[in-house]
């Protein structure tokens, strides 16, 4: 089956630290990956995607790599700010096979000033 | 600027009521979804819409349903409200050639007593 293993939070950073969230699949076929923020009293909006083996995503100073040999797709940031605190969703979808997403439990971030 | 919209935030019912929970959405989009979240298990997929009167079960569609009578209206009903149905639900919508990128709802937190 589909699924994404993210790690546990929460996770408490002071502002400008490097952040990583950790992000694991399992999936059969070829999965697209994604990674999705929620900031607190929003709905979730996708921040970046990679839809291939090797790819890479970013968005607002967030990256993440598709590896297909680790089966990973780690999110990172080198500098973090107060804004970014919020709960981060790793997510797959198989688009060959229809619209369904598997995702993550969530990872809450803090940034502390 | 894109909107989903959920007709309420906070939702308290008693056990045994029929439940309903719209959404809508302002975008055009053909598809869309219903999720529930729960801490520790992440977002969880009931059932989606790829058009008007259209519907697919997701992975926990049991002891829900689902409405679609036009294409920027979807409504998630519980048949008879029980108190493992309290949780967080989430509407989303996306185009068909980006089934990746959907927008979500802020949510209605869902309290069944």
């Known amino acids: 089956g589909n699924s994404v293993t993210q790690m546990e939070g929460p996770v408490t950073l002071s502002e400008e630290a490097f952040l990583t969230i950790n992000c694991t699949y399992t999936?059969?076929?070829?999965?697209?990956l994604f990674w999705y923020v929620q900031y607190p009293g929003e709905g979730l909006q996708l921040l970046l995607k990679?839809?291939?083996?090797?790819d890479k995503g970013s968005n607002k100073g967030f990256e993440a790599t598709y590896r297909k040999e680790t089966t990973s797709f780690h999110l990172e940031k080198g500098s973090v700010q107060v804004s970014d605190s919020a709960v981060y969703f790793c997510a797959l979808i198989r688009l060959d096979t229809g619209n369904q997403f598997y995702f993550g439990t969530g990872t809450s971030l803090t940034v502390i000033p | 600027d894109v909107k989903v919209t959920q007709s309420s935030r906070y939702l308290v019912k008693r056990t045994g009521e029929k439940v309903f929970l719209e959404c809508v959405q302002d975008m055009d989009h053909e598809n869309m979804f219903w999720y529930r979240q729960d801490p520790g298990l992440g977002l969880r997929l009931i059932y989606f819409s790829y058009d008007v009167k259209m519907k697919e079960k997701g992975d926990i569609p049991e002891g829900y349903s689902v409405s679609r009578e036009k294409k920027e209206r979807f409504s998630l009903i519980l048949e008879s409200a029980s108190t493992n149905q309290t949780s967080m639900y989430l509407c989303?919508?996306?185009?068909?050639?980006?089934?990746?990128?959907?927008?979500f709802g802020p949510g209605t937190r869902l309290t069944v007593t």
């Open positions: 990679a839809t291939k083996a090797d």
């Open positions: 989303a919508s996306s185009l068909p050639r980006t089934p990746y990128e959907q927008y």
């Open positions: 999936a059969t076929g070829y999965p697209s």
